[in-house]
């Protein structure tokens, strides 16, 4: 049983995280990736007190601080919210669950999924939602990307710098991207271009060891024989393992009071998950630390300070 369970470690989730170890309180952060959609911002110079990084760089500062001071981060992807006797239970896609007293969602927006067999079984065990994060771990070896857009086809040219072979996958003939970026990548003697056609099924034992692709025009089928998939066909907000424990607007954002509580005690919500107006990483990041506070404040009865001018 922990007191706190974080879902999503990006700039609100790690935040939330760095507080509540501060406080004392066993927590568990549950996430897909570390970074969210920060890791996306190849340069950041607004982030007071840093000067201009990559936002994988900031968010591993972050990373490193929550660690520091005691949380616990556990890979997986979060699909099931219960409430229990004395606290909360978070199911994950791989079986596995996990309890606690007091839950902050601050997941943000999330990766767009394929929706097919064995993508959240391997989700961190070859299937990622970030090559930029990812792509070293995948050096001499085969991949495939999904997708059509910008990000699609800069992660396969980001990719081909790694890998040994680079398998684009898309369910059409043309793409959304760039069209410089797009001869970049026709050019690239190490990029496969897999087009009008969708992925069916995620193949392996333990790790990723393929995947089955069908053509949309021929409707013949291919496995591909991949170590890794990389999952950039855009962003959702996706509540709806949570709905029916708090809130939501109509953009299914989690509705919450200027302190980050929901609708349901003992269950806080900060970030881009939220209608916070503006989807800034130090805004985000202050938002879970006001979470993180007043989940301490409910964990305790209400006996923390409600103004807390402690560092």
Not at 55 to 84: C, H, P, T, V
Not at 243 to 250: A, G, I, T
């Amino acid at each position: 049983m922990y007191d706190v369970i974080i879902v999503g470690a990006g700039a609100a989730g790690l935040t939330a995280a760095i507080y509540t170890c501060r406080k004392k309180l066993k927590t568990a952060v549950i996430s897909i990736d570390v970074g969210g959609q920060t890791n996306l911002t190849s340069h950041i110079e607004n982030y007071p007190g840093t000067g201009p990084m990559h936002g994988i760089e900031l968010m591993k500062r972050f990373q490193n601080e929550a660690i520091g001071f005691g949380a616990e981060l556990i890979m997986g992807k979060a699909n099931k919210a219960d409430k229990i006797e004395n606290g909360f239970r978070i199911g994950l896609a791989n079986g596995e669950e996990y309890e606690c007293k007091a839950l902050i969602l601050a997941y943000g927006k999330v990766p767009k999924s394929l929706g097919v067999e064995g993508e959240e079984k391997f989700m961190g065990r070859g299937v990622s939602t970030c090559v930029t994060c990812d792509a070293p771990l995948f050096k001499n070896r085969n991949v495939a990307i999904i997708g059509g857009g910008n990000s699609a086809v800069e992660g396969a040219l980001e990719l081909a710098t790694f890998s040994k072979k680079v398998y684009l996958t898309h369910r059409r003939d043309s793409f959304r991207a760039d069209e410089i970026t797009v001869e970049k990548l026709k050019n690239n003697s190490k990029i496969e271009l897999v087009l009008n056609s969708i992925p069916l099924k995620v193949i392996g034992d333990k790790n990723v060891e393929g995947i089955e692709v069908e053509n949309v025009v021929t409707k013949e089928k291919r496995e591909l024989k991949v170590d890794g998939i990389f999952i950039e066909i855009g962003y959702v907000v996706d509540t709806s393992f949570v709905q029916h424990l708090v809130k939501v607007n109509e953009k299914k954002e989690i509705i919450v009071d200027d302190r980050g509580n929901t609708s349901c005690a003992g269950i806080f919500a900060a970030g881009d998950i939220t209608p916070v107006l503006f989807k800034q990483t130090v805004i985000a990041a202050g938002d879970g630390a006001k979470a993180a506070l007043e989940c301490y404040r409910w964990l305790t009865g209400g006996k923390g300070a409600v103004l807390d001018w402690t560092h």
